[in-house]
């Protein structure tokens, strides 16, 4: 186990050694430990040089005793978080660096969802979002902690379930489903990143894109909606009762339009 955390085979048996054999010189460790003598002092500089064993002269003999387990596990965890850490930032930078005018695919259901969430999460001043009710019930708590942090939240529902979050409006199920929205999912991320996904059957295609004009065209869309919607609740029935029934039909909810004729 310790080779795995970067020990050398060698150095794993030294370190081992003189957990129950401290302290003990190069010469009784290579004994007990296997590790060859023409080896052995290399090895413990190693492990000096990585803290791991430490060192004390007493005349011309040299003794070793080992850094306390839990202390060097403390110092392998602060070295991995801070290399992990690095990492991550260097990896991210490269990541931003490719080109964002593509247009990328993923396909199926929970690597689609998973992408939502860490576009909600990494929001900063506003989503713009279109869900169905089982998308709400998944996406929820990114949303409401999107909200709590300050991020803009407006959405556009194509079912019945309730957000308490930001601008909200009830897309028409007719109209929704004339669009082939009951099956859609759009995230819009600080008018910077769209995620699009259609859900079938066949199952979950998406298209997720940084292309400025698409981004720009899908968050245009769902404002547009939303305004839309907030007029028409607006205008009331006697607007609609200028309209033809078709249209009627279209902007009113089913229950209404069954009521209507």
């Known amino acids: 186990m310790l080779t795995q955390i970067g020990f050398t085979e060698y150095e794993a048996k030294v370190y081992l050694t003189l957990l129950h054999e401290n ?24 492990l000096s040089a990585r803290g791991a064993a430490l060192e004390s ?5 040299t003794f070793y005793t080992p850094l306390p387990p839990d202390l060097l596990m403390d110092r392998y965890e602060d070295e991995q978080r801070r290399m992990t850490e690095n990492l991550r930032e260097g990896l991210q930078k490269l990541y931003e660096a490719t080109d964002e005018d ?11 969802l998973a992408y939502a969430s860490r576009m909600i999460a990494e929001a900063q001043q506003e ?3 279109v869900l169905a009710d089982d998308d ?12 709590n942090k300050g991020v803009s939240i407006s959405t556009l529902l194509t079912g019945k379930a309730d957000l308490k ?6 897309h028409p199920p007719l109209e929704s489903e004339l669009q082939e929205l009951t099956n859609t999912l759009v995230v819009v ?6 995620l699009i996904a259609s859900k079938s059957e066949l199952g979950t295609t998406t298209t997720i894109t940084g292309n400025h ?22 205008m009331g029935r006697e607007f609609l009762d200028q309209l033809e029934p078709e249209d009627r039909k279209i902007l009113i909810s089913t229950e209404e339009a069954e009521d209507d004729g």
């Open 23 to 46: 302290p003990a010189t190069g010469y009784g460790l290579s004994k007990k430990s296997g590790v060859p003598r023409s080896m052995v002092y290399e090895t413990l500089g190693r």
């Open 57 to 61: 002269v007493e005349g011309r003999v």
């Open 102 to 112: 593509k247009v990328w695919s993923i396909t199926g259901l929970q690597p689609t």
């Open 127 to 129: 989503v713009y979002l």
């Open 136 to 147: 709400l019930e998944v996406l929820s708590e990114d949303i409401a902690a999107a909200y």
């Open 165 to 170: 979050f930001g601008r909200v409006a009830y």
């Open 189 to 194: 991320r600080d008018n910077h990143q769209a």
């Open 213 to 234: 004009n698409l981004v720009l065209m899908a968050r245009q869309f769902v404002w547009m909606e939303l305004f839309a919607q907030r007029a028409l609740a607006k």
